[in-house]
């Protein structure tokens, strides 16, 4: 599966857009000849995602949030708008401690993050779109498709990572990057939670490739080493 996994980088703050091909579950799961994917943190450029799917013979059966900051869900109304319009509806899905992002009251919760980054909310005016409530909230332990969820508090609170584990194939979100991870300095974030994640993380498969919300892909064993 490694070999299919495809990403696109959206955005000002060039999040990494993961798509992650999944099985045909029958006739019910395709549309218009496509074959269903996950789309993992649709940042930003909800066309250029569209459009790369398109390329790829893609539509995303699942929107998969690793957290709820605004790059990496910017695009989430435009997909489902999009493929509404074409038969069908992406699923979204979020921990929900983090579900405050999506749905009524999503505009104040993303304007607090940003307030407290220092950054204007001319960011999120520009690009905003009234979010779609989640069609499903998450926690750990939770199927998603292919994945297992691991709730990995420290970014946000609801910061999960998706790890397939018959495909060593793990996403990762802002928790763990290439030679970092995330930051704890916004609302909701907490260093003692952030260190504990990374340390569950860290203990597991070293072959696991991880696929980060930002940055190169990297390895268990390259960040544990």
Sequence with gaps: MQETIRNIVVGSIATNCWIYPLEKAGQASQLD????????????????????????SLFPAHILLTHGHFD???????????????????QVAI?????????PGAYDAHCRVFYAAGGPSA???????????????????DAAGPFTVLHLPGHTPGSIAFWDKKAGALFSGDT????????TDLPGGSEALLSASLKRLLALDGGIKVYPGHGAATSIAAEAS
């Design 72 to 90: 990496h869900l910017a695009a989430a109304p435009a997909l489902v708008r999009e493929y509404q319009r074409r038969g069908a509806r992406p």
């Design 176 to 183: 763990l990057f290439r030679g970092g991870c995330g930051r």
């Design 123 to 141: 960011y999120i005016d520009a690009l905003w779109e009234d979010m779609p409530p989640p069609d499903r909230n998450l926690a750990e332990g």
């Design 33 to 56: 000849g496509l074959s269903p994917c996950a789309v993992i943190d649709p940042g930003e450029e909800g066309d250029r995602i569209v459009a790369f799917l398109d390329q790829l």
């Design 95 to 103: 921990h929900a401690a983090d579900a405050q992002y999506l749905g």
